[in-house]
């Protein structure tokens, strides 16, 4: 495996290798489009950083983490599966959150869930080890990888961003959906994970575009 995402040298090899292997990557270089590193803590804090934010603005997330921060510390599976449904909706919770938080939580302290062996997995097997906790899907699995883990080659292909970004770049006539997105990055690896940073900052770029003043 390339090694984690965990410095911007590192983030410049990627971004070198996508370079040279793909001309459109190539294209955005030349443009400016500079991916962020970007990580955030391994373990469950982070897994359970990533559950919260879905579906929600990012001031939600924010708000929602700091609340539930109060009552979680330290923020561990053992203490968070002693927090009762009531405490963890008051913070702002949903039903189906705490579920999935549940189930990742009582994974990781049985020993079943080994968040700590991921780094020397491909990231398509850890991705499937994640997928298999009842309420942890294939983005929150992806999102993890890479910016929890800095797995290189995590690809998040169910990301809306992500997959508008590589029809923009690409001038297809419509948003690919996973599994083609999944398709076009085959030509990434093992760097996936840099070229969905590329894609996140050109999404970026081409919306401050939109909203600059004519």
Do not use: N
Not at 10 to 29: E, F, N, Q
Request: hydrophobic letters at 45%.
């Amino acid at each position: 495996m390339a090694t984690l995402l965990e410095t911007d040298a590192v983030l410049k090899r990627g971004l070198a290798y996508l370079v040279k292997a793909d001309p459109v990557m190539a294209r955005l270089a030349r443009e400016g489009i500079v991916p962020q590193l970007r990580k955030r803590p391994p373990g469950f804090e982070g897994l359970a950083w990533i559950v919260i934010g879905q579906q929600v603005s990012t001031a939600s997330a924010a708000a929602i983490w700091g609340r539930l921060r109060t009552i979680l510390e330290p923020p561990t599976p053992q203490m968070f599966l002693r927090l009762s449904d009531e405490s963890l909706r008051a913070a702002g919770l949903s039903a189906g959150k705490v579920r999935t938080l549940r189930a990742a939580a009582a994974e990781i302290a049985e020993g079943r869930l080994q968040l700590d062996a991921f780094p020397g997995l491909p990231a398509d097997e850890a991705h499937a080890l994640l997928t298999r906790v009842k309420g942890i899907g294939p983005w929150t699995a992806d999102i993890y990888l890479l910016f929890c883990l800095g797995h290189p080659d995590a690809f998040p292909s169910g990301d809306l961003a992500v997959q508008e970004a590589a029809r923009l770049a690409y001038g297809l006539e419509q948003r690919p959906d996973a599994k083609a997105l999944t398709a076009l990055a085959e030509r990434w690896r093992p760097w996936r994970g840099v070229a969905a940073k590329v894609l996140w900052a050109y999404y970026r770029t081409v919306k401050a575009r939109e909203g600059a003043p004519g």
